[in-house]
């Protein structure tokens, strides 16, 4: 599979990169998933039950220390096989396109994906985990603990979403809900 496997489709836009990264990175290990095909992935990491496994290089290990009895993490991934030229994106369900930073799509500048996971135990360097929605053998770029009073926040809006679910409720009888 390649990052032309993932695009453009009708309605996306494509940009040159430049030539050089700014900055690097470490890659502290690999996501294993029962899920080899795009297609066969969740759309999201909340749509998914599946019981995946981190497994962190053992030099990376020690990093792992007092995370017992923690029940939750903050995952952070590298999307290795999406494009990394979009900037405007044509989602399947939506009627237009949208801008790539409005999106949660792999496909983006730097193919950074987060998922909060539920943490389900430690073996060493792996941990089980549930919560993911990437393709086996993913780079793990981070592990953070996840804190509720922190990062929570339940008020927080999409200003397309929102609008879609205002398009809904009213529905197309001229601002009047349907029957």
């Known amino acids: 599979m390649t990052q032309a496997d993932f695009g453009p489709r009708p309605g996306e836009e494509s940009i040159a990169l430049p030539e050089a990264f700014d900055a690097g990175l470490y890659f502290v290990g690999r996501v294993r998933t029962p899920w080899t095909e795009r297609a066969e ?8 039950d599946a019981v995946c496994t981190l497994e962190v290089d053992p030099r990376f290990a020690p990093g792992l220390r007092s995370l017992e009895g923690t029940t939750h993490l903050i995952v952070l991934y590298w999307m290795d096989r999406a494009p990394r030229n979009l900037v405007a ?12 930073f409005a999106l949660r799509s792999p ?3 730097n193919p950074i994906a987060v998922s909060v996971v539920e943490l389900l135990g ?13 393709l ?10 996840y804190f509720a009073s922190t990062d929570a926040r339940p008020d927080a809006r999409v ?21």
């Open 41 to 48: 992935c969740p759309r999201n990491s909340a749509q998914s």
């Open 89 to 100: 994106q044509q989602p399947r369900h939506a009627p237009d396109s949208r801008g790539t």
């Open 107 to 109: 496909a983006r500048p």
């Open 122 to 134: 430690i073996d060493g360097g792996t941990l089980r985990v549930r919560g993911l929605d990437c």
């Open 136 to 145: 086996d053998g993913t780079p793990l770029l981070d592990i953070k603990p």
């Open 159 to 179: 200003g397309w979403r929102e609008a879609e679910r205002a398009a809904a409720v009213s529905g197309p009888a001229g601002g009047r809900a349907a029957p």
